[in-house]
């Protein structure tokens, strides 16, 4: 199998993985609206790697994950 789709089918199974953990954390909060964040994350790390297909760009989705994902925690979770 060619490196180039064995990196685009492992890309999009960790991005649904990652919108359906989104989906189970917001579901029980009905903060349903907030799915922008990880969905856009996903599809900016997509959109990033169809243009320049490589090792730095496949590294930019698990750090634009993080930020999406310690942004969900902020917004849902009440520091009083």
Known sequence: ????????????LFGLINLGMAWSFLR?????NLM??????????YLLFALFPGALTLLAFPIL???AFQALLRLTTSHK
């Open 28 to 32: 029980p909060r009905n903060r349903l």
């Open 36 to 45: 922008w964040l990880p969905g856009g994350a996903v599809a900016l790390s």
């Open 1 to 12: 199998m060619n490196p180039y789709t064995l990196a685009w089918i492992l890309l999009l």
């Open 65 to 67: 994950q993080t930020l």
